[in-house]
């Protein structure tokens, strides 16, 4: 019987907007995930602070980031700003940063929310917090299916 190597450490996984950021973060056991409150941006300062908090609270171990391209796979213009903040996440916390393919996860997360009987364009946030619970539960799959 194969063992499998127990990896410690939960994942974060951040769906970063313009405006604001969806947030998810893994179980322990990296097999489940489970939203965290929507981040409103102010500055990148702020943001790195709340971040910071996360991975100490939480034991994070590595991030993964969605990573926005177009239905054709390709890198939409919101991914340079992406690309410049997985860099930053990088320098700032020496830790492993996924990209991870995001460009189902509104879509997805729309769906969910209208059949939550409400309106995604009311409910940004929400939506921003599902978006980031269906790209780290995605990347959980792909990590039980690949070890």
């Known amino acids: 019987m194969q063992k499998r190597m127990i990896i410690k450490g939960r ?7 313009q ?5 998810a973060i893994s179980d322990p056991f990296r097999i489940t995930a ?20 996360i991975i100490q609270e939480q034991s ?6 969605g990573m926005p391209y177009n239905l054709k796979g390709e890198k939409t213009a919101s991914a340079e700003n992406v690309e410049k903040f997985i860099l930053q996440l990088k320098a700032t916390f020496q830790l492993p ?4 393919d ?3 996860s ?9 059949e939550m ?5 009311r409910n940004k946030e929400k939506v921003d917090q599902v978006a980031a619970l269906i790209i780290l539960q995605s990347f959980l799959n792909y990590l039980s299916n690949n070890p």
């Open 102 to 104: 995001e460009r189902w």
């Open 34 to 53: 489970q939203s965290l409150p929507t981040l409103t941006i102010q500055n990148s300062e702020e943001l790195f602070s709340v971040i910071k908090n």
């Open 19 to 23: 405006r604001r950021i969806g947030m």
């Open 106 to 114: 509104t879509i997805e997360a729309h769906r969910t929310i209208r």
């Open 97 to 100: 940063v996924h990209q991870w």
């Open 11 to 17: 994942i974060l996984a951040i769906d970063h907007g």
């Open 60 to 65: 994070v171990a590595e991030i993964v980031v």
């Open 117 to 121: 009987g409400k309106s995604p364009s």
